[in-house]
């Protein structure tokens, strides 16, 4: 959710987005709904039914996951390495999850219901409610609740929890933006600790039990970001700044034991949670260990080997290659795919490349030969052929268009006559790709051979992993092609958290857009459908979708990311969650 910064990873030679924002559904493993068979039900997945996009009348307790037993010691391994764990800063898919599933309970939270998520309460008593003008969100929060410590949470913890995701120099150097753009004075206010009497508008109190907030324009899908970990209570006289983050104060089922930054963090259960205030969470293990910057092959092997912690581990990782004959065939039942949120692009800039050169890029991509040199393993992604994921509510299927099919071998000849007709043959692409990497260096060979068939010109300019995000997000890189954003996880999943992030034009300066791409109709339709409620704008979203891949045409899709998990014989209930893009965390329980 949400959870869209980028780290580099080492797919198909490009960079990816980091993997890492609720009860069981979606395709899933041992003690689901069914076990892991492979990307053919994932396919179906991907399509699912719509189904209500807002349950605001759900009650707790969640009911009990059938034969899950409370105890044992869950393990996890993240190959990433999430820049905090404060709620103020927290962006990254891996570390939301981590913290809204075990650690921070927000204003709204989902269900996964037939694959698909749900906004359901949380620490509001509802999903919250837009006045007549759309310009203020109140929501009324539970009574009874308490901290880790088993102090209480007041309404003036919110407040404060809100004040510090405006630190941008601190704690929340990594987070979201959207509080700046949505709430008034979000503008100029610098947080809490650069402007400590500061009269912030954004956020009020009324009564001992009610927030509002206001905004500066209409935004019907701001409930939906109510979500995001910058709405869990903070309370200031515990708020030790940069510190906080090792031993925070948690309103969820765990509190932190231990938080070895880049390295473990050490969870178990918090007593002072109540199960009968929330409608999704359980806390089955006794503790959870999250283990970062694992390297996910060694990982993966030592799980299906059921050695040691291994058969209480579970990996979110995408499965490596070598691994794809064993999780498909005798220990299937170990391995979970489904949809997830994610996508990723191939971006053209379109200041330096013309409409229809775009164009015979897309035919002359040689999709399969670039995926097969660089080891991807077909487990791991769909051909895309939109610019979101199909998890995303609304999402509409079209023919995909013949230069964007995301697969296939390529038509040089094609992309040659079109360059022929418009006397640019020759014309150079340049791009950065990761150097250091020998799947990486393969696939941009494949590429690399496949553009020049073409027609085209190719300077393709090595780069370490260490410096490949800084360099493709800077705008004024000297580069036309694989800048800017290399994938795309929603930030929730309705449109307005996809589209006007990708296109228009806001996200340029920090590497946040597709193409270099700006058009002043597409924003103007942009912000219409954007002030609509999310249930009639998906379909517009949908249609304007269609209409940049048709007329614009800014990057070219190229795979959607599946949500896998490998697991341990002994990790149960094993459901994929495609909002978080890994296993609904807190429905997760372990045999002794």
């Known amino acids: 959710m949400r959870l869209t910064k980028l780290a580099a990873l080492s797919a198909a030679g490009v960079t990816a987005v980091s993997l890492a924002a609720c009860s069981s559904g979606g395709p899933s493993g041992s003690g689901g709904s069914g076990s892991g068979n492979g990307a053919k039900t994932a396919a179906a997945q991907q399509t699912n039914a719509a189904v209500k996009a807002q349950d605001p009348n759900l009650k707790g307790p969640a009911p009990e996951v059938k034969g899950a037993k409370k105890g044992g010691t869950l393990y996890i391994d993240d190959h990433s390495n999430p820049p905090t764990m404060d709620p103020a800063g927290i962006y990254y898919i891996d570390s939301n999850a981590f913290a809204t599933q075990y650690m921070y309970r927000t204003l709204t939270q989902y269900k996964i219901v037939k694959g698909k998520p749900v906004l359901v309460p949380d620490l509001a008593e509802g999903v919250g409610t837009p006045s007549a003008d759309g310009l203020t969100w109140t929501f009324k929060i539970r009574r009874g609740l308490k901290y880790s410590d088993g102090s209480p949470v007041k309404i003036e913890d919110f407040v404060y929890g809100m004040k510090r995701s405006f630190a941008k120099e601190s704690v929340a150097r990594n987070g979201t933006d959207y509080q700046r753009q949505y709430l008034v004075g979000g503008k100029d206010y610098k947080g809490p600790y650069k402007q400590p ?117 579970l990996s979110i990782d995408a499965i ?95 992309a040659k006559a079109i360059l022929k007709k418009a006397g640019k043959v020759g014309f150079e692409l340049k791009y950065y790709y990761q150097g250091d990497k020998p799947q990486s260096v393969a696939a941009n060979t494949a590429r690399k051979s496949g553009l020049q068939k073409a027609g085209f010109k190719v300077k393709d300019i090595p780069v370490p992993a260490a410096e490949i995000t800084k360099k493709i997000a800077d705008p004024k890189a000297p580069v036309n092609m694989m800048n800017g954003t290399p994938g795309w996880c929603y930030d929730w999943p309705t449109g307005d958290s996809v589209y006007p992030v990708l296109f228009s034009g806001e996200g340029i300066p920090d590497g946040t857009t597709v193409g270099q791409f700006k058009n002043a109709k597409v924003n103007a339709e942009m912000d219409k459908i954007s002030a609509m409620d999310p249930t009639k704008a998906a379909p517009k979203w949908a249609a304007l979708d269609k209409e940049i891949m048709t007329k614009y045409v800014p990057g070219l899709p190229d795979r959607y990311s599946m949500n896998t998990a490998t697991f341990g014989k002994n990790v149960k209930n094993v459901a994929l969650n495609p909002i978080i893009s890994m296993p609904t965390l807190s429905q997760l329980w372990v045999t002794q």
């Open 197 to 313: 009497d500061a009269n912030f508008k954004g956020v009020t109190t009324k009564g001992d039990d009610t927030l509002v907030f206001h905004l500066v324009k209409k935004v019907p899908s701001f409930n939906y970001f109510a979500s995001f970990p910058e709405f869990t209570p903070v309370p200031k006289a515990k708020d030790t700044k940069g510190d906080y983050q090792k031993h925070p104060l948690t309103t969820g089922p765990y509190k932190v034991d231990s938080y070895n930054i880049g390295s473990k963090l050490t969870l178990s259960r918090n007593k002072y949670w109540d199960p009968k205030s929330d409608p999704v969470r359980h806390a089955y293990p006794d503790k959870v260990q999250i283990n970062l910057a694992v390297t996910p092959l060694s990982s993966q092997q030592r799980i299906l080997a059921n050695s040691g912690a291994g058969s209480n581990t």
């Open 320 to 414: 490596d290659a070598s691994l794809e004959s064993k999780v498909t065939g005798a220990q299937k039942d170990q391995f979970a795919i489904g949809p997830s949120s994610c996508e990723y692009y191939v971006n053209m800039n379109v200041n330096k490349i013309p409409l229809n050169i775009r164009k015979a890029v897309g035919y002359a991509m040689p999709w399969n030969q670039i995926r097969k040199a660089g080891g991807v393993s077909k487990l791991n992604y769909q051909p895309a052929t939109t610019y979101a994921a199909p998890s995303l509510q609304g999402f509409k299927k079209y023919d995909p268009l013949p230069y964007a099919t995301g697969q296939g071998n390529g038509d040089p000849a094609k």
